[in-house]
């Protein structure tokens, strides 16, 4: 059974740092890999999508690696703002008739000025 | 281009109570999702659809019914509210890579 862990759960950092979350899987058998953006009482935002075959995926200032035979993604935040203050959420698309995608619990990341 | 649309925004429910949650998607999608979101325990998945005319139970399914009513629309419905049943449902439609959320629906079962 698939199962995906997120550390930290929760994270504060001052203004203009440089951040990693991480995100693990247990089986390695994936299609792609997604990272999420929820804001407190919304939906949720499709950050990066990874496909199996790709080693890491570059938006603005995040960049999220795919490391598929140790079972870790993460996602890196470069010189971080207020507005990056949300939940940022993890989740698998596995292979094998595994039609569903199966998401971490989050981290939790407050920015402060 | 709307996207993932749901309704209702929110809902209180009574014990016992029945509701229908509406979800539907104009990306012309196959597989369509369900989704619960409770604190600390991220999305569960209640059911899903790989195609118009399927279904199939996914972690959490005790409680719920589910029907897919065309390739654009796929409703759930809770057939005798439980407190337990309190949550935010999400809806998702999946292209051939990435999946899609509706804004969701947030439940309150008293």
């Known amino acids: 059974k698939q199962e995906v862990t997120q550390i930290p759960a929760a994270l504060s950092v001052p203004e203009g740092e440089n951040l990693v979350l991480n995100c693990s899987f247990t089986d390695s058998a994936i299609y792609n890999l997604q990272w999420f953006r929820q804001d407190p009482g919304k939906g949720l935002t499709s950050l990066l999508l990874i496909q199996s075959s790709q080693r890491e995926q570059t938006s603005g200032r995040l960049n999220a690696s795919l490391d598929k035979s140790s079972g870790r993604s993460t996602l890196y935040i470069a010189a971080s703002q207020p507005g990056d203050s949300a939940t940022y959420l993890c989740a698998v698309f596995g292979s094998g008739g595994y039609n569903k995608l199966i998401f971490g619990a989050g981290t939790r990341l407050a920015v402060h000025p | 281009n709307a996207g993932v649309t749901q309704t209702p925004k929110f809902q209180v429910l009574k014990t016992g109570q029945s509701m229908t949650l509406q979800c539907a998607q104009d990306m012309n999608h196959n597989s369509m999702y369900w989704y619960r979101q409770d604190p600390g325990m991220g999305l569960r998945l209640i059911y899903y659809s790989a195609s118009e005319g399927t279904t199939d139970k996914g972690e959490v399914p005790n409680g719920y019914n589910v029907s897919r009513l065309n390739k654009r629309e796929f409703s759930l419905r809770l057939e005798s509210a439980a407190p337990s049943q309190t949550s935010v449902y999400f809806c998702?439609?999946?292209?051939?890579?990435?999946?899609?959320f509706g804004p969701g629906t947030r439940l309150t079962v008293t």
């Open positions: 998702a439609s999946r292209s051939i890579y990435e999946q899609y």
